[in-house]
T-cell receptor, first 114, second 110 residues
Framework: GAGVSQSPRYKVTKRGQDVALRCDPI?????LYWYRQALGQGPEFLTYFNYEAQQDKSGLPNDRFSAERPEGSISTLTIQRTEQRDSAMYRCASSLIDRGDEQFFGPGTRLTVL | DAKTTQPNSMESNEEEPVHLPCNHS???????IHWYRQLPSQGPEYVIHGLTSNVNNRMASLAIAEDRKSSTLILHRATLRDAAVYYC???????????FGTGTSLTVIP
């Protein structure tokens, strides 16, 4: 079946612009997670949802970062007024159940802020 | 969440078993031990997890020390496709975050 998909796969933007990254989880999965991964590092937790409810946003670096999942399926991670330090791979994952042990990861969006 | 310590890198010959160690001396009684791996240019994928008893699945085996302060991921016959970064992660039973760390980069030599 279809896995987790993310779009765009690559995004290049100029400093100060807003970007929206999309995640389409596996159909029927309850939980959706956002991570950020720097080169040579493991993924870093940002936030997660159960259905449409944001359960934990403690990993969001600052108030320029926000996420939503309005209908409990597709999610959008928005970064406002991007800065060069926001450049990274942004990964989305989903799990069948709340806090499932097996998270399925998408291919990621490579964000480059010039 | 308790921290884990893994070697930065390991090498293995193809078709030989690989033992990937992980130390977690501050593990709590409600922490599960998870292993994920990340192949080059891909997202992480689940490998195995356990609490106290050793676990086996189609991908690997997880051996957990009796005092739970360490564990070992065992790949029974390494293939070239097993070359990846392997992450050992602790997560409390009520927790929702995985802390991946930097993992062990496994090189498989043909």
């Amino acid at each position: 079946g279809a896995g987790v998909s993310q779009s765009p796969r690559y995004k290049v933007t100029k400093r100060g612009q807003d970007v929206a990254l999309r995640c389409d989880p596996i159909s029927g999965h309850v939980s959706l997670y956002w991570y950020r991964q720097a080169l040579g590092q493991g993924p870093e937790f940002l936030t997660y949802f159960n259905y449409e409810a944001q359960q934990d946003k403690s990993g969001l670096p600052n108030d320029r970062f926000s996420a939503e999942r309005p209908e409990g399926s597709i999610s959008t991670l928005t970064i406002q007024r991007t800065e060069q330090r926001d450049s990274a791979m942004y990964r989305c994952a989903s799990s069948l159940i709340d806090r499932g042990d097996e998270q399925f990861f998408g291919p990621g969006t490579r964000l480059t802020v010039l | 969440d308790a921290k884990t310590t893994q070697p930065n890198s390991m090498e293995s010959n193809e078709e030989e078993p690989v033992h990937l160690p992980c130390n977690h001396s501050t593990i709590s009684g409600t922490d599960y031990i998870h292993w994920y791996r990340q192949l080059p240019s891909q997202g992480p994928e689940y490998v195995i997890h356990g609490l106290t008893s050793n676990v086996n699945n189609r991908m690997a085996s997880l051996a957990i020390a009796e005092d739970r302060k360490s564990s070992t991921l065992i790949l029974h016959r390494a293939t070239l496709r097993d070359a990846a970064v392997y992450y050992c992660i602790l997560r409390d039973v009520a927790g929702n975050q995985f802390y991946f760390g930097t993992g062990t980069s496994l090189t498989v030599i043909p």
